[in-house]
């Protein structure tokens, strides 16, 4: 017998002001091809999983914006605004706060608009299997880490993963683990989890999943979304 799957809810974050876009509209809601970075993002995760509960999480100065994001989508869809905190810890407690502990919880970040369907869903079944599934790509450049003298010392890159979102966990997990009191080192959800003393269960990301923060990103989405149409 096939067993039932638990609720699931994407928690989107975007509380970026784009001061390094120079702009003086958020990055989250800066045109990427006819629609709001924003909207791209939020449609991926519906077209993943039909049924999700999508959990936008927005500066309280910002909300106002979202009604022009939800006028994008030509049918309903199951989303609810919060408001967000002062840290992104403090904004992901603001949207987790509601979700029932049997389901699955996405957190994902509001300005990576390409995240593929295929990596939602692996995330999700991952999370499914392992309690929690972040994703995570390899280090190709060569690294250094500068010392106090200034001096730098070679790293070996083949030890470092760059993580992406959605970071995916079963409720109870999550729920129980931001709890716990913020700290400087809460720079994403694994952190806060493996604060707690849980551990994370890591996949493959994807090199198109870029998070947006500079027209250059900008201008290398809006090349990538054109090569997908073409």
């Given at each position: 017998m096939e067993i039932a799957q638990p609720p699931v809810y994407a928690v989107i974050v975007a509380g970026g002001q784009g001061t390094r876009m120079g702009t003086a509209i958020p990055k989250q809601f800066l045109d990427l091809n006819g629609h709001s970075?924003?909207?791209?993002?939020?449609?991926?995760?519906?077209?993943a999983i039909p049924d999700v509960h999508i959990v936008l999480v927005l500066p309280s100065h910002q909300l106002s914006y979202a009604q022009i994001v939800l006028q994008s989508f030509p049918n309903r869809i199951d989303l609810t605004l919060v408001s967000g905190g002062e840290t992104r810890f403090q904004s992901v407690c603001?949207?987790?706060?509601?979700?029932?502990?049997?389901?699955?919880?996405?957190?994902?970040?509001?300005?990576?608009?390409?995240?593929s369907k295929a990596l939602i869903q692996r995330c999700l079944q991952e999370a499914l299997i392992?309690?929690?599934?972040?994703?995570?790509?390899?280090?190709?450049?060569?690294?250094?880490?500068?010392?106090?003298?200034?001096?730098?010392?070679?790293?070996?890159?083949?030890?470092?993963?760059?993580?992406?979102?959605?970071?995916?966990?079963r409720a109870s997990i999550l729920l129980s683990s931001m709890q716990?009191?913020?700290?400087?080192?809460?720079?994403?959800?694994?952190?806060?989890?493996?604060?707690?003393?849980?551990?994370?269960?890591?996949?493959?990301?994807?090199?198109?999943?870029?998070?947006?923060?500079?027209?250059?990103?900008?201008?290398?989405?809006?090349?990538?979304?054109?090569?997908?149409?073409?």
């Open positions: 970075v924003l909207f791209h993002t939020i449609h991926a995760f519906v077209e603001n949207g987790i706060r509601d979700i029932p502990s049997n389901a699955i919880i996405m957190v994902h970040d509001g300005v990576r608009p390409l995240v392992h309690g929690s599934a972040i994703p995570v790509i390899s280090v190709v450049d060569s690294m250094r880490e500068i010392g106090d003298q200034g001096a730098s010392f070679p790293v070996n890159r083949d030890r470092l993963r760059i993580v992406q979102t959605p970071q995916t966990f716990q009191s913020y700290q400087d080192s809460f720079t994403d959800e694994a952190t806060v989890v493996e604060a707690w003393g849980e551990k994370v269960h890591l996949v493959e990301g994807e090199r198109n999943n870029i998070k947006i923060t500079t027209p250059d990103d900008l201008r290398f989405a809006k090349a990538l979304l054109n090569e997908n149409e073409n």
